[in-house]
């Protein structure tokens, strides 16, 4: 975990999602405190990251999801070398379709 991540206000934001109970409580939370930009960006990413997973070539991924190459290799640095996130929440939306 990044140690400049870990702040006493980070942990109240995380607590306040966790509170969250359905999709429609995600929008109303979400849309107050990000900029449309924003959740589009948080949104794109994680595509891009299924998509990746997936084994889509870059120039697929571009496509489908207007991310930039730039954007498309963060996500697949993060994917490599990050903290795995991503395949936590991959692995149990997974098995929550099960």
Known sequence: MNKKLKTEAVD????????LQNPEECYTFFEDVCTVNELLSLSQ???????LRE????????EKTGASTATISRVNR???????GYDMVFSRLKEKER
């Open 78 to 84: 993060s994917l490599n070398y990050g903290n795995d």
């Open 45 to 51: 990413r994680y595509e891009v990251a299924k998509m």
């Open 12 to 19: 109240h934001l995380f607590q306040a999602i966790l509170t």
């Open 55 to 62: 084994k889509r070539t870059y120039l697929e991924i571009a």
